[in-house]
T-cell receptor, first 113, second 115 residues
Framework: AQKITQTQPGMFVQEKEAVTLDCTYD???????LFWYKQPSSGEMIFLIYQGSYDEQNATEGRYSLNFQKARKSANLVISASQLGDSAMYFC??????????FGTGTSLTVIP | EAQVTQNPRYLITVTGKKLTVTCSQN?????MSWYRQDPGLGLRQIYYSMNVEVTDKGDVPEGYKVSRKEKRNFPLILESPSPNQTSLYFC??????????????FGDGTRLSIL
């Protein structure tokens, strides 16, 4: 079974609108961490936001927030007030107590002016 | 400047010719890892290391070797490369592994083409 599932290969959003990128995960660990990374067309991997499994509040970092629904095993990324520079590939990832990292297949986001 | 440095950035080579991709970090991180990125498959972990002389297999270790003789270096070795190892490779490091807010710092990537 896939550890991380991102079901949206591509998404479009109008500039200044909000967008939600979906991520579901599969783990039997009680302790785990969830990450989102951004990969612009230039190729580098940029860390955006982290959520721990025991964190009771949803993580926020500027325009990024993580909608964490533990019972549903989902960790969706919400980008508010989209900007042209947000056009990129977005990856959801998970770490478990065994020290392995798992990434999803990514969602390509295009921001339309 | 804190960074993860990979070399080479690009390499075209032939089947069976041994190659090494170097990775070095200057942040004194304990955890280092190698990934390959293929279209439609995302990033898949090849090997990771929690500390010097401690390495473990990720999801796709076949055909690769690693070593961690020094804390800062984590080279990826392809003893007998094959065309199915053509990919974009990333090295990454973080202060610690496991669970916790330990985001990985990534190198710029190495694009390998094996003919």
């Amino acid at each position: 079974a896939q550890k991380i599932t991102q079901t949206q290969p591509g998404m479009f959003v109008q500039e200044k609108e909000a967008v939600t990128l979906d991520c579901t995960y599969d783990t039997s660990d009680q302790s785990y961490g969830l990450f989102w990374y951004k990969q612009p067309s230039s190729g580098e991997m940029i860390f955006l936001i982290y959520q721990g499994s025991y964190d009771e509040q949803n993580a926020t970092e500027g325009r990024y927030s993580l909608n964490f629904q533990k019972a549903r095993k989902s960790a969706n990324l919400v980008i508010s007030a989209s900007q042209l520079g947000d056009s990129a590939m977005y990856f959801c990832a998970m770490s478990e107590t065994g020290n392995q990292f798992y990434f999803g297949t990514g969602t390509s986001l295009t921001v339309i002016p | 400047e804190a960074q993860v440095t990979q070399n080479p950035r690009y390499l075209i080579t032939v089947t069976g010719k041994k190659l090494t991709v170097t990775c070095s970090q200057n942040m004194n991180h304990e955890y280092m890892s190698w990934y390959r990125q293929d279209p439609g498959l995302g990033l898949r972990q090849i090997y990771y290391s929690m500390n010097v002389e401690v390495t473990d297999k990720g999801d796709v270790p076949e055909g690769y070797k690693v070593s961690r003789k020094e804390k800062r270096n984590f080279p990826l070795i392809l003893e007998s490369p094959s065309p199915n190892q053509t990919s974009l490779y990333f090295c990454a490091s973080s202060p610690l592994g496991g669970v916790g807010n330990q985001p990985q710092h990534f190198g710029d990537g190495t694009r390998l083409s094996i003919l």
